[in-house]
T-cell receptor, first 112, second 113 residues
Framework: EADIYQTPRYLVIGTGKKITLECSQT?????MYWYQQDPGMELHLIHY???????EKGDLSSESTVSRIRTEHFPLTLESARPSHTSQYLC???????????FGPGTRLTVL | AQSVTQLDSHVSVSEGTPVLLRCNYS??????LFWYVQHPNKGLQLLLK??????LVKGINGFEAEFKKSETSFHLTKPSAHMSDAAEYFC???????????FGAGTRLFVKA
């Protein structure tokens, strides 16, 4: 079944640690996205990709980085986590004529 | 330039009564419009989409939305609220065939027993 996956679902980590949030999709989509969402707040686009070897920064400045080596995989990395990075991170992919986005379940990150 | 405004940050209804979540948009192009729902600690789920085929769009779980070009609105409705409808709802506008997608700030729906 076509789907989009994110791991881990929850992560609690100390300041200064390097972390990678995983996102994979079996939708066959070229476009993928990362959003940051604080509790009860709107979504902010932090990274997107048109396809393999394509990555762009979104509307909200972020200290994270992304890579797109395979079509189905779009990991997000924080080299040195800080408490200000505490948030929910949502991954999405889109394709087809109308480009509707399909979302993963999210990763809730807490940096102590 | 595109924009989307959800007119209510919170809406509270009683179970069994109608739901109305309001969304206005602006777009320089023929837009695609979407409504998503987000339950606590979950990702966003697509409820319905408007893509210029029909102005009244039916979605999942009994929701529907009407595209009104003259009013630049895309309000979400449901005839009878259920407790399980309590969630955050996002209105989204996208350039048809393009890349730019704008999310509204969200409307939190509360359903009282």
């Amino acid at each position: 079944e076509a789907d989009i996956y994110q791991t881990p679902r929850y992560l609690v980590i100390g300041t200064g640690k390097k972390i990678t949030l995983e996102c994979s999709q079996t939708m066959g989509h070229d476009k993928m996205y990362w959003y940051q969402q604080d509790p009860g707040m709107e979504l902010h686009l932090i990274h997107y990709s048109y396809g393999v070897n394509s990555t762009e920064k979104g509307d909200l400045s972020s200290e994270s980085t992304v890579s797109r080596i395979r079509t189905e995989h779009f990991p997000l990395t924080l080299e040195s986590a800080r408490p200000s990075h505490t948030s929910q991170y949502l991954c999405a992919s889109s394709g087809g004529r109308y480009d509707e986005q399909f979302f993963g379940p999210g990763t809730r990150l807490t940096v102590l | 330039a595109q924009s989307v405004t959800q007119l209510d940050s919170h809406v509270s209804v009683s179970e069994g009564t109608p739901v109305l979540l309001r969304c206005n948009y602006s777009s320089s192009y023929s837009p695609s419009l979407f409504w998503y729902v987000q339950h606590p600690n979950k990702g966003l789920q697509l409820l319905l989409k408007y893509t210029s085929a029909a102005t009244l769009v039916k979605g999942i779980n009994g929701f529907e939305a009407e595209f009104k070009k003259s009013e630049t609105s895309f309000h979400l409705t449901k005839p009878s609220a259920h407790m399980s409808d309590a969630a955050e709802y996002f209105c989204v506008v996208s350039e048809t065939g393009g890349f730019k997608t704008i999310f509204g700030a969200g409307t939190r729906l509360f359903v009282k027993a």
